[in-house]
Structures are given as structure tokens and as C-alpha cells.
């Protein structure tokens, strides 16, 4: 292939062809014109490598590779789709964000009534995101002390939201 001729009859001779070809694999008209298209490309920058006798092989191994690519792409792209359905249906399902919600609401209501030390307990864990050997640190009770706490503050949350909901 020395030249523009060269490609020209190439692209007149197999276009039809593999756009036939990737249509058998990809179902999108428009993407197998754009896998063709991209082919083709890639025959024009390599047009200096590539002989005569081989052209016809090598657009074929190009829309094949490419059709594969964009399925897999396509795969990716579904699976991703699925994915952030399934993280963000809690938050799109009205019902669930509303017994959500009222479950929280509810829980925040308990906390504010609860005594120290277990309130103080509680919130320093939950609130202020502190781990139970800081908490006994700073409270200068010992750990299992604060285990203790928190076990009766859990409690105390279950007892109260069972019997308003």
C-alpha cells in the first residue's frame, strides 16, 4: 500500500463488509460505523506498514478486537450502573429513607435524655468518633468500664425505639 489510491480502494472494497462483520457482534448501528471508522484509522496511521495482501486480515482483526473492546466496555459500564442502584436504593426508596430517618430521629431523642456517664459515653464513641480506650482515657475509668457503658446505652436505645415503633 504506497499510497492515498491504495487506501481508497480499500476502504471502497471492505467498508460494507466489516461494517456487516461488526454488525454480528456489536447490535448499535452507530457504534459498528464507529468501530469501522476507527479501523480505518488505524490503517491510515500505519498505512506505511501495512502490504496489500494483508489489509483485508488486519481490518478484520481490528473491528474484531475493537467490537470486544467496547462489549467489554459496555459490560463495565452495566455492571457500574447496577452497582450504584444497589449503594443508593436505600436513599431513593421514600419509604425506607422516611423509617430511616424517624429510626435516627428516634436514637438522637434517646441520647439527649441518657444520664453521664453512659450518655457521655455513648456520644464520645458515636459523635466524637473516639475509640473506647480514648474515651477510658480521658474519662479515667478503665476499658471494660466504658465496654459496659455502651453495651447498657445500646440497650437502652433498643428498649425505647421497640416501644414507639
Not at 8 to 31: G, P
Not at 79 to 90: F, H, V
Amino acid at each position: 500500500m504506497d499510497g492515498h489510491i491504495d487506501f481508497e480502494q480499500i476502504f471502497k472494497t471492505y467498508y460494507t463488509q466489516l461494517y456487516c462483520f461488526a454488525r454480528q457482534i456489536i447490535n448499535d448501528e452507530q457504534e459498528c460505523h464507529d468501530i469501522v471508522s476507527e479501523a480505518y484509522e488505524d490503517v491510515w496511521r500505519n498505512i506505511a506498514s501495512i502490504r496489500k495482501e494483508t489489509a483485508k486480515a488486519y481490518l478484520y482483526t481490528c473491528v474484531r478486537n475493537k467490537s470486544i473492546n467496547r462489549l467489554r466496555h459496555n459490560n463495565t459500564h452495566r455492571q457500574y450502573i447496577e452497582y450504584c442502584k444497589k449503594m443508593t436504593a436505600p436513599y431513593t426508596n421514600s419509604d425506607d429513607l422516611n423509617e430511616r430517618l424517624e429510626k435516627e430521629r428516634l436514637i438522637n431523642e434517646v441520647v439527649e435524655t441518657m444520664q453521664p456517664p453512659i450518655g457521655d459515653v455513648l456520644r464520645a464513641c458515636f459523635i466524637d468518633r473516639k475509640k473506647y480506650y480514648e474515651i477510658a482515657k480521658e474519662m479515667g475509668i478503665s476499658l471494660s468500664l466504658v465496654k459496659k457503658y455502651m453495651t447498657k446505652a445500646i440497650a437502652i436505645i433498643r428498649e425505647n425505639i421497640q416501644k414507639k415503633t
